[in-house]
Structures are given as C-alpha cells and as structure tokens.
C-alpha cells in the first residue's frame, strides 16, 4: 500500500477515532493524522496475530480495522498524557 494511501487512511482512522472518542488531546491534527496511521498499523498486526487480516487494501474491513486501531491508540495516548 502506497504512502499517500496510508496517510488517507490515517486521517480518515484518527478523525472517526476522535469523533468515537471526544475530548481534549493537545497536538490537534497532526497527531490525529499520526495516531491513524499507526492505528491503521497496529490494527493490521493486532488483527494478523487473531487470525482476522489485516489492512490488505482501501476496503471497509481495512478501514474498520485501523478505525479499532486508532481507537486503542487514541486510548492509550490519553492514559499516558494523563499519567
């Protein structure tokens, strides 16, 4: 997958994570933009090691997984901020 299909990936990940997940996090878009991608990324391991896929294309199953993704990066980037 080409870099420009990660990064759309990526913003389209973080910005249904932050609107899954309101609040505050300081670093606007750019850290959405970053914790997409590599939620798109993490979801794809994550779901590789279950036996799920991974992100294997521009497809909803991939969008789903690295929205999850995001999700749980977006989680754990709050309780690390708020430590």
Same mark, same amino acid.
């Given at each position: 997958? !080409?870099?420009?299909?990660? /990064?759309?990936?990526?913003?389209?990940? #973080?910005?249904?994570?932050?609107? /899954?997940?309101? #609040?505050?996090?300081? #670093?606007?878009? /750019?850290?959405?933009?970053?914790?997409?991608?590599?939620? @798109?990324?993490?979801? !794809?391991?994550?779901?590789?090691?279950?036996?799920? !896929?991974?992100? %294997? #294309?521009?497809?909803?199953? %991939?969008?789903?997984? @690295?929205?999850?993704? @995001?999700?749980?990066?977006?989680?754990?980037? $709050?309780?690390?901020? %708020? $430590?």
């Amino acid at each position: 997958m !080409g870099i420009l299909v990660w /990064i759309i990936f990526g913003l389209i990940a #973080g910005a249904v994570a932050k609107l /899954i997940m309101p #609040g505050k996090d300081p #670093g606007g878009i /750019i850290v959405t933009i970053v914790i997409g991608i590599l939620g @798109a990324v993490v979801g !794809g391991f994550i779901a590789t090691a279950l036996g799920f !896929g991974g992100v %294997s #294309g521009f497809n909803l199953g %991939s969008l789903v997984v @690295a929205i999850l993704g @995001a999700i749980l990066l977006l989680w754990l980037y $709050r309780v690390v901020k %708020s $430590r």
